[in-house]
T-cell receptor
Framework: AQKVTQAQTEISVVEKEDVTLDCVYE???????LFWYKQPPSGELVFLIR??????QNEISGRYSWNFQKSTSSFNFTITASQVVDSAVYFC?????????????FGTGTQLKVEL | DTEVTQTPKHLVMGMTNKKSLKCEQH?????MYWYKQKAKKPPELMFV???????INESVPSRFSPECPNSSLLNLHLHALQPEDSALYLC?????????????FGSGTQLSVL
């Protein structure tokens, strides 16, 4: 069975600090996809990144960066110079192979609070 | 247009009521999803529609009845709900129903069952 673990329930930082959100996954599939979504208080899940299992290149997008390591089954997310607007719940998710369609298994989420 | 629109945003209903949640997308996506999210929990998949046909039902109680009238619309009909069904109901869509597809989510319907 697929599983996504986000061990950090809540993280509080002061604005401009760097913060890393951890994600560890388990799957028996050789082809799989990993995602990060952001959920602000408004409730909508906002897509941040998708990575497939064959692409271990790290990615940087502005203040966001992602470190994918198959050897440790981890897909960590770093926010550089955090801002108050980054406050949200962040979910890591794993896309599961099914006969019926696309199924995302979400981790339990990390609540990030960025304070002035 | 990259939006998934859900109505209503908030809904309060009694246990004997019948109500419907609506979801609409105009991105030409061929897969649509219903997720349920309890407070401080991750979203949990309920149903997947692929090319307007129900392809995944995650053993959801029959008091929740999904409907996909066309490729742009997805409904969730509610009947005889229980207070524990109170949650945020999220609709999503993806271009294709294949594994790894990027999901676009609506802002959800916050449902309270009294």
């Amino acid at each position: 069975a697929q599983k996504v673990t986000q061990a950090q329930t809540e993280i509080s930082v002061v604005e401009k600090e760097d913060v890393t959100l951890d994600c560890v996954y388990e799957t028996r599939d050789t082809t799989y996809y990993l995602f990060w979504y952001k959920q602000p208080p408004s409730g909508e899940l906002v897509f941040l990144i998708r990575r497939n299992s064959f692409d271990e290149q790290n990615e940087i997008s502005g203040r966001y960066s992602w470190n994918f390591q198959k050897s440790t089954s981890s897909f960590n997310f770093t926010i550089t110079a955090s801002q108050v607007v980054d406050s949200a719940v962040y979910f890591c998710a794993l896309s599961e192979s099914t006969g019926g369609g696309n199924k995302l298994t979400f981790g339990t989420g990390t609540q990030l609070k960025v304070e002035l | 247009d990259t939006e998934v629109t859900q109505t209503p945003k908030h809904l309060v209903m009694g246990m004997t009521n019948k109500k419907s949640l609506k979801c609409e997308q105009h991105m030409g996506h061929r897969a649509m999803y219903w997720y349920k999210q309890k407070a401080k929990k991750p979203p949990e998949l309920m149903f997947v529609y692929s090319y307007e046909k129900l392809s995944i039902n995650e053993s959801v109680p029959s008091r929740f009845s999904p409907e996909c009238p066309n490729s742009s619309l997805l409904n969730l009909h509610l009947h005889a709900l229980q207070p524990e069904d109170s949650a945020l109901y999220l609709c999503a869509s993806s271009q294709e129903p294949r594994t790894g597809g990027k999901l676009f989510f609506g802002s959800g319907t916050q449902l309270s069952v009294l």
